[in-house]
């Protein structure tokens, strides 16, 4: 693959940051199925990564019903408070992209809400993907990181 500008990787960051919530939620989902083999692995080995706590919060939304579990999802994209999304808030960047995989996984084995099977993404959040794709594998987690990085409530206010 070709090494692609940080330019590129700033634009594809600000791409993901215009699209609706559920395309987040979406895309994050096809990042996992699509390129997540080569991308995710490295989430859980990284050395910033806190992989207690990352499953400590994945356990939280577990034990939530599908709606709770979409809910709680959408506020952390969103930044709205909550216990969960403050949770999350106070985590390290790579360890945001740990609980994300985590989530995948999750929905992989249909814990965690599942995608809805004829689901397709919209043109701008597809875009993101193929653009994702053509970065090489460092570039690619730290934009998955950068995606990541802003979500969640930093409020302490409860």
Request: aromatic letters at 8%; hydrophobic letters at 40%.
């Amino acid at each position: 693959m070709s090494t692609i500008t940080s330019d590129s990787t700033a634009q594809i960051v600000s791409s993901f940051g215009n699209l609706s919530t559920d395309q987040k939620l979406a895309l994050l989902w096809y990042i996992y199925k699509e390129v997540g083999k080569s991308i995710t692995p490295a989430a859980p080995g990284a050395s910033t990564a806190s992989p207690a706590i990352a499953e400590g919060i994945f356990q939280q939304v577990l034990a939530m019903s599908h709606e709770e579990q979409l809910q709680v999802q959408r506020d952390i994209i969103d930044r709205k408070d909550g216990p969960v999304s403050q949770e999350y808030g106070s985590l390290s960047d790579t360890t945001k992209l740990l609980f994300w995989y985590f989530l995948a996984q999750g929905m992989d084995r249909t814990e965690i809400v599942p995608m809805p099977e004829d689901y397709t993404l919209e043109a701008n959040a597809s875009q993101c993907l193929t653009q994702l794709q053509a970065l090489d594998h460092s570039e690619q987690i730290t934009v998955l990181r950068d995606f990541v990085a802003p979500m969640g409530s930093e409020s302490t206010k409860l």
